[in-house]
T-cell receptor, first 116, second 109 residues
């Protein structure tokens, strides 16, 4: 494969359940990101990782957690899903240096999540 | 605060030219990105500007004025496949992207 994959493609989830969205890239990019996209709003950053072993909070981190055990994988976990987390989730990666850099972000195909 | 403004929707005719404007306010500035997003798909990279001026790439061009906090995306010889949302994003001093809500471009025959 080449690029970024996400799983699942879509999911309907009962409120209160735990859910992990998976993201894998094979481009050996240092930086990875999780965004949510809601109608009428711009992409909003949830969490990011500049390099394996480090993570940071974005604009809307509450209710979400991430880990970056290796370069390729960046899973996003919803510990106890709520209806306001219904959204389309995009994972992205970029070849930024550890100190930062204005590199292009490349996006996965997205996961459409509905919390009932 | 940080903010990106772009029109919600625009309509244009096949074969014509359309300009999509974007204004930004960010804490620091490390460049302006344009992405294309077809319905139900992921955003895909179109252009990046960090210096003032026009960057041309085939039918698409992007312009930046740092002093005015302004950019535009120019699409020439419009094709039906150009019907999509166009996302403007400014990179702040922490190298994080601040995204506009996107401009939905409708192309009519």
């Amino acid at each position: 494969i080449a690029g970024i994959t996400q799983a699942p493609t879509s999911q309907i989830l009962a409120a209160g359940r735990r859910m992990t969205l998976r993201c894998t890239q094979d481009m050996r990019h240092n930086a990875m990101y999780w965004y949510r996209q809601d109608l009428g709003l711009g992409l909003r950053l949830i969490h990011y990782s500049n390099t394996a072993g480090t993570t940071g909070k974005g604009e809307v981190p509450d209710g979400y957690s991430v880990s970056r055990a290796n370069t390729d994988d960046f899973p996003l976990t919803l510990a106890s899903a709520v209806p306001s987390q219904t959204s389309v989730y995009f994972c992205a990666s970029s070849d930024s240096t550890i100190s930062g850099g204005a590199d292009t972000q490349y996006f996965g195909p997205g996961t459409r999540l509905t919390v009932l | 605060g940080q903010n990106i403004d772009q029109p919600t929707e625009m309509t244009a005719t096949e074969g014509a030219i359309v300009q999509i404007n974007c204004t930004y306010q960010t804490s620091g500035f490390n460049g302006l990105f344009w992405y294309q997003q077809h319905a139900g798909e992921a955003p895909t990279f179109l252009s990046y500007n960090v210096l003032d001026g026009l960057e041309e790439k085939g039918r698409f061009s992007s312009f930046l004025s740092r002093s005015k906090g302004y950019s535009y995306l120019l699409l020439k010889e419009l094709q039906m496949k150009d019907s999509a949302s166009y996302l403007c994003a400014a990179m702040d001093s922490n190298y994080q992207l601040i995204w506009g809500a996107g401009t939905k471009l409708i192309i009519k025959p």
